[in-house]
């Protein structure tokens, strides 16, 4: 009567498993601000529009007759952007590919291309010659196109951080979520400008 018991104390002692812990939390999380961040340009792109119909339906010019649209920056730099979206999944195909020298390259690469972008843009605005309050035009333009900015430095920022904790070595191909997230939202950042460019820049300057 005495064996069972003293099979079942050392199988009683055994520790539990541990649980299983969350997988691609940041990526969800990540997923969903691109959702939010959606909406939010689809508001603010259907502000401009009917902004642009009260305008045009009151006699107003749209865009005013003074505004000249710097085509060839603008154009450049929202390819730029283009381009910078393709080094940002090359730093995801690098670390799945335990290549760490090409991950370096293709973080740097990305920033520097987005920082191209910024400048660009920033040169465009001061192109145009309007203030944010000078015309309904200038105050929904710089209303989409300033969110969007901020936009393109939140990437970097993730961007930097990623950068940072790879020359750490904390990525590996099993352990490459981060990296994941941060070009998942690189590459909204980039969808969006491409939107903003084609809504405001093509349709109201032309090609």
Known sequence: MTAPNTIAGPLA??????????????????????A????????????????????????EAWPPEEVVFPNVPLFMGYLTLLMSSFTAQWAVSAITGRDRRQMYVAIGLTLVLGLAFVNALSFSWS???????????????????VTHLLVVIAAHVGFVVMGFRALGGQFSPDNREFVVSAATFWHFSTGAGLVVWFCIWFLEGGP
């Open 13 to 34: 002692a055994l520790p539990s498993a541990p649980e299983a812990g969350r997988r691609n939390v940041l990526l969800v999380g990540t997923l969903f601000v691109i």
């Open 36 to 59: 939010a961040g959606t909406v939010l340009f689809g508001g603010l792109l259907a502000g401009y529009f009917s902004a642009r119909d009260v305008a045009r339906a009151a006699g």
């Open 127 to 145: 192109q145009l010659g309007v203030g944010a309050e000078s015309s309904r035009f200038a105050t929904t333009m710089f209303a989409v196109t």
